[in-house]
Structures are given as C-alpha cells and as structure tokens.
C-alpha cells in the first residue's frame, strides 16, 4: 500500500474532512443518510416513525423520551458470537441510538408503539393546540 492510499484511508483523514465539510454538520433528518433503515413520515395524523427491527423483539427495543428529544435505541449483549460451521454470515444485530428533535406541533405525550414482522412503527399525533379551529365571528 502506497502512502497516499495510507493516508486516503486513515481514520484521522475522514475526521479532518468531515470537520471541514460543512454540509455533514447539522443536516436536517430529510438530506442526511440515516444510520439505521427507517422511514419518517407526516399525515394529517401526525408523525409516523418505521424502523426495522429484523431479529429484534419488543423487549429488546428502548423508546424514551426527554423533553422534545425522542429516542430509540437497542444495545446488543456482549457475547461471543461461533461463526464456525457458518458458510456466510451476512445477517447481524447491530446496536443503534437514533434520537430526533420533535417539534412542539406534536403530541409527545401520547405516543402509540406496534411491532409487526420485524419493522417498529410509531405514531406521533398532532397536539390538540396545533390543529386547525374556526373562529366564530360575534
């Protein structure tokens, strides 16, 4: 390997690029590759989160929230995985944190969580002070 593949490829250089590359540093959830498949969506109902879960049960799976930061998150036990007998090993459980500033226009409180066939759906409803109402004129 020559020097500049060396350095093409070392940690220290994808950090001083990404310092530098103002477009990665603080892109909204719409322009920036997520790092865990996911879907967010809006409707009239409100906020609608996907995210795959493949392998993972419910009780594996951490939703919290603080404040107006949502989080989900799964931590992969720590155990020694025998790949022997293994031709290919393609599929694995990977840990993530997603975490996502939700705007006031959402009710928070009253978050609806499912699990079905591996995909984690969430559903944030529009709070009752952000929906539209007709005034009455007297």
């Given at each position: 390997?020559?020097?500049?593949?060396?350095?093409?490829?070392?940690?220290f250089?994808?950090?001083?690029?990404?310092?530098?590359?103002?477009?990665?540093?603080?892109?909204?959830?719409?322009?920036?590759?997520?790092?865990?498949?996911?879907?967010?969506?809006?409707?009239?109902?409100?906020?609608?989160?996907?995210?795959?879960?493949?392998?993972?049960?419910?009780?594996?799976?951490?939703?919290?929230?603080?404040?107006?930061?949502?989080?989900?998150?799964?931590?992969?036990?720590?155990?020694?995985?025998?790949l022997?007998?293994?031709?290919?090993?393609?599929?694995?459980?990977?840990?993530?944190?997603?975490?996502?500033?939700?705007?006031?226009?959402?009710?928070?409180?009253?978050?609806?969580?499912?699990?079905?066939?591996?995909?984690?759906?969430l559903?944030?409803?529009?709070?009752?002070?952000?929906?539209?109402?007709?005034?009455?004129?007297?």
């Amino acid at each position: 390997m020559s020097t500049l593949e060396h350095f093409e490829r070392s940690p220290f250089d994808i950090l001083f690029r990404n310092f530098f590359n103002s477009e990665d540093q603080f892109a909204p959830a719409l322009n920036s590759k997520q790092p865990h498949p996911l879907n967010i969506y809006y409707n009239d109902e409100g906020l609608h989160f996907e995210v795959a879960c493949t392998g993972l049960t419910k009780e594996d799976l951490n939703i919290s929230v603080e404040g107006d930061l949502l989080k989900i998150s799964y931590e992969k036990p720590k155990e020694d995985l025998d790949l022997s007998g293994y031709i290919y090993h393609g599929l694995s459980k990977k840990s993530f944190d997603l975490g996502y500033k939700i705007s006031p226009k959402y009710n928070l409180t009253k978050i609806d969580a499912g699990m079905e066939n591996g995909l984690l759906k969430l559903h944030i409803p529009i709070s009752e002070e952000s929906k539209p109402k007709s005034i009455k004129i007297k």
